[in-house]
């Protein structure tokens, strides 16, 4: 096999090579019915600090792509029974996979292959036999662009948190995700009371200070698998899995009573300080995502309509 060539390697050479791959936190599968290829790559890769998967044929690759999150594929096309294009073509007619970065990883130098593949949307195409060294670095330039432009597509840029859009696309998934669990899922509308007021009494600036420091204070006050967005002007939204809707209301709770103590911005010697009204409403089910949102802006708005400054359910 041509592509064992290159993995003749004296183990002295495998250590880590690539420190900046380990800093981009990652989760990849290789998908190739090389077992060879596969577990040198495996642990090479692992050396250099990423988390791997491996696939020996298409089957279990789909099984594992829709048990896990991969931030990048590397697939072989020449694979029995069916060839990389089987999943190649199945990934991109999954909208939930169609986006993680592939890299073709084949045996055939052929301008064919490479021009189906490319069309097809691979992001690269590495021909076996390859230089360990070489792959690591088209990996971590593929996950950088991914980043930069996760980063531009995603992000509030003035709060740092996710925006409407990564929202919109996630608590779909999330909902799926809990379509087969037994666990709750909740979700929480924030929306700051009188804020026109900051604006009008002290300028657009502080306004803007104020948004970042009640994102701030909601981001550091929720769990890691809480997804924390900001839904429009001066309101937020945030997804909790495995939370009640008790659970959820005693979690905001317990963030207001902390912008009651604590201002959420300064400038200029001067600090400032908000109350928030925020709604729940625990997702059941079965439930259509626009009911859901509907339930959980339904609780804010009595919120409002009762005084602001309180969390309902
Ligand atoms: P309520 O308690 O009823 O929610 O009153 P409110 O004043 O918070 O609500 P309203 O919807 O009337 O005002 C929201 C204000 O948020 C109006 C808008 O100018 C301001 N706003 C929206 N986006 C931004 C932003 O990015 N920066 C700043 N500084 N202000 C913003
Ligand atoms: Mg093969
Ligand atoms: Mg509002
Ligand atoms: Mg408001």
Aim: hydrophobic fraction near 40%; proline fraction near 3%.
């Amino acid at each position: 096999d041509i592509s064992l060539i290159e993995l003749e390697m004296d183990e002295q050479k495998e250590q880590s090579t690539s420190l900046m791959l380990g800093s981009m936190h990652c989760r990849l599968l290789i998908v190739d019915d090389d077992d060879v290829l596969r577990s040198y790559l495996q642990r090479r890769l692992q050396l250099d600090g990423c988390i791997v998967d491996d696939a020996s044929d298409v089957e279990t690759a789909k099984v594992m792509l829709h048990q896990q999150t991969y931030d990048l594929i590397m697939l072989d096309l020449l694979m029995h029974p069916l060839s990389g294009y089987e999943l190649f073509e199945y990934l991109k007619e999954d909208p939930t996979l169609q986006w993680i970065p592939l890299i073709v990883l084949s045996g055939r130098n052929d301008l064919n292959d490479k021009v189906r593949c490319f069309h097809l949307g691979a992001d690269d195409y590495v021909t076996k036999p390859f230089q360990y060294e070489e792959l690591a670095a088209r990996i971590y330039g593929l996950l950088k662009r991914t980043k930069n432009f996760e980063q531009l597509a995603f992000r509030d840029p003035l709060t740092g948190i996710f925006n409407r859009r990564y929202f919109d696309h996630q608590i779909r998934l999330e909902m799926q995700r809990f379509e087969r669990y037994e666990a709750p899922l909740s979700l929480a509308f924030i929306d700051i009371d009188k804020f026109k007021t900051i604006n009008d009494t002290y300028g657009h600036h502080v306004g803007d200070l104020v948004l970042q420091g009640l994102a701030h204070l909601l981001q550091t006050n929720i769990r890691n698998t809480d997804l924390l967005a900001r839904f429009g002007g001066e309101e937020f939204v945030i997804v909790l899995p495995n939370s009640t809707e008790g659970q959820t209301i005693r979690t905001l709770q317990a963030i207001l009573e902390h912008a009651r103590k604590q201002p959420v911005a300064q400038s200029d010697g001067l600090t400032f300080s908000i109350t928030f009204s925020a709604g729940v409403a625990e997702w059941q089910p079965g439930m259509p995502v626009q009911e859901w949102l509907s339930m959980a802006d339904a609780a804010m708005y009595k919120a409002k309509q009762q005084g602001r400054n309180r969390v309902y359910g």
